[in-house]
C-alpha cells in the first residue's frame, strides 16, 4: 500500500483513539443519503414490480383483442398456441355490469373465464382467499374481497347481476329480468383497484350477459420463460388475421408505467442533492484538517512527498468516507426496507388512517423491490461524489510549499 493511502486511512480511523468526531460526522451524513436513497428507490421500483406481476398473474403477458369482438376464437386459439414462444393461451368475456345485493348495489367488471385454460395462463387459484377456483360454475361468481366486503356478501349468498343488454331491452320494451347467481369464492390481488371492482364468473355465463353468443372480447397469453414480451407480441402478430392484435401489458399500461417511471427518476435525481450536501461536510471537514496539519503537510514536502501524492492522500481520505458511508448506508436501508411495513401501517394505525392509504397508493402492504442497476448507481454515484469532495482540499494542500508549510504556527 503506497505511504499516502495508508496516511489517509490513519488520519479517518487513527490507532488506539476515540472515532474522530468529523469522521463520524462525514461518513454518518454520506450513510444517511444513501440509506434514503436505498429505501425510497426501492419503494418505487416495488410499485411498478409488484403491479406487473399481479398483471401478469392476472392477465398474462399478452392480450389479444379485435376492433369488435373475436368471433370465432377457437380457431385463433389453435393458430397462438402454435408460436413457439407461446405457454398457454385463454379466451375471456369482460365489460361493466351492475350487482345488487339485499338494495346495496355496485357497479364492477365482470369477467368471464374459461376454466378448462384458464390456469394455464394465470395464477387466480393463488389469489383465492375463500373457497375454490374449481367451485365456479355456470350459476356461480366469485367477488372481490372489499366488493364482498362493501356488499355484505358471504359465500354460499344469492347476488342479483344486470346485463349491459338491459338498457337495449327496454328500449324494445322486452323485459330482461336479473341473472341470480350464487357467490362461490372471494378472491384478494392485495391491490385496491382490483379488490374493489372485480367478479369472475364462467365464460358461458359472460357470453349470456353480455349477449356475445360463441363469441369473446379477448384471448390472454401467457409467453414461455426468457421471452420478451415484446418480441412474443410481434411473434403472435405474425398469425393473427388483419382485424386482431396482441398488445403487451405494458402497452395497457403504458400511461401510468410512464408516471411512475419519471416519479422514480425524479425523486432518484432529487434525492442524490442529500449525497452531494453531505460531500460538502467532507469538503469541509477535510479542508480544516488541511489547515490544522499544514505544518505535517510541510514536512510531507520536505520529506520528498510529492504535491500529487499529497493530493491522493485527501483524495483517498473523501473515497473512504464515500466507501464507508455507502457500506453503512446500504445496512441501514436494507434493515428500514425489512420493517417498512411495521412503521407505515403502525403509523397508519395511530392516525388511524389506513384505509385511505390503502385507497391512494391501491396496495394494502406497501411494495418494495431494490433494483439491481439502481443499488450499483448509488454505490458508484456515492463513491464518486464522496471522492470528488477531496478534490478542493487536496488542491489545497498540493499547493502548500514545504517551507512556509513548516513556518506555520
Not at 131 to 156: E, H, M, P, Q
Not at 347 to 369: C, G, I, K, M
Not at 396 to 405: F, Q, T
Request: glycine share 8%; aromatic share 10%.
Amino acid at each position: 500500500m503506497p505511504w499516502y493511502y495508508y496516511l489517509a486511512l490513519k488520519q479517518l480511523f487513527p490507532t488506539g483513539k476515540r472515532f474522530p468526531i468529523f469522521t463520524a460526522i462525514s461518513v454518518t451524513g454520506v450513510a444517511l443519503g444513501v440509506a434514503l436513497l436505498v429505501v425510497v428507490t426501492s419503494v418505487m421500483e416495488g410499485f411498478g414490480y409488484h403491479l406487473r406481476q399481479m398483471i401478469v398473474d392476472i392477465d398474462g403477458q399478452v392480450q389479444v383483442k379485435a376492433r369488435a369482438n373475436i368471433e370465432d376464437y377457437r380457431a385463433v386459439l389453435k393458430k397462438i398456441d402454435a408460436v413457439p414462444e407461446v405457454a398457454g393461451a385463454t379466451p375471456y368475456a369482460d365489460s361493466v355490469v351492475m350487482i345488487q345485493y339485499q338494495g346495496r348495489p355496485a357497479y364492477p367488471r365482470l369477467r368471464g373465464i374459461d376454466l378448462a385454460t384458464v390456469e394455464s395462463v394465470t395464477r387466480l387459484s393463488h389469489y383465492m382467499q375463500v373457497g375454490r377456483l374449481d367451485d365456479l360454475d355456470d350459476d356461480s361468481v366469485i367477488l372481490g374481497v372489499k366488493l364482498a366486503d362493501s356488499l355484505g356478501v358471504g359465500v354460499g349468498d344469492q347476488i342479483e347481476v344486470y346485463s349491459p343488454l338491459l338498457i337495449q331491452k327496454l328500449e324494445q320494451d322486452t323485459v330482461f329480468m336479473p341473472r341470480s347467481v350464487r357467490v362461490a369464492g372471494v378472491i384478494e390481488f392485495g391491490h385496491d383497484q382490483f379488490d374493489t371492482s372485480t367478479v369472475y364468473c364462467t365464460l358461458r355465463l359472460a357470453q349470456d350477459l353480455y349477449g356475445l353468443g360463441r363469441a369473446v372480447h379477448g384471448i390472454n397469453v401467457r409467453l414461455k420463460p426468457g421471452v420478451d414480451d415484446d418480441d412474443g407480441a410481434n411473434a403472435i402478430n405474425r398469425v393473427l388475421p388483419s382485424d386482431l392484435h396482441a398488445f403487451t401489458w405494458m402497452d395497457t399500461w403504458s400511461d401510468f408505467l410512464w408516471v411512475l417511471a419519471l416519479e422514480r427518476n425524479m425523486i432518484f435525481f432529487l434525492l442524490l442533492f442529500i449525497v452531494v450536501v453531505a460531500a460538502f461536510s467532507v469538503t469541509s471537514s477535510l479542508l480544516i484538517s488541511v489547515i490544522r496539519k499544514t505544518r505535517e503537510i510541510g514536512l510531507l514536502g520536505a520529506l520528498g512527498g510529492k504535491p500529487r501524492q499529497v493530493a491522493a492522500c485527501f483524495c483517498a481520505q473523501g473515497f473512504l468516507i464515500g466507501t464507508f458511508g455507502t457500506l453503512v448506508g446500504l445496512g441501514l436501508g436494507f434493515f428500514f426496507l425489512a420493517i417498512r411495513n411495521h412503521i407505515v401501517l403502525g403509523l397508519a394505525n395511530l392516525l388511524e388512517r389506513r384505509e385511505t392509504l390503502e385507497r391512494f397508493y391501491q396496495f394494502n402492504q406497501l411494495p418494495s423491490h431494490p433494483e439491481p442497476h439502481y443499488i450499483a448507481a448509488i454505490i458508484i454515484l456515492t463513491i464518486l461524489i464522496s471522492t470528488l469532495a477531496g478534490t478542493i482540499p487536496a488542491w489545497r494542500a498540493a499547493r502548500l510549499k514545504p517551507v512556509e508549510a513548516l513556518r506555520s504556527e
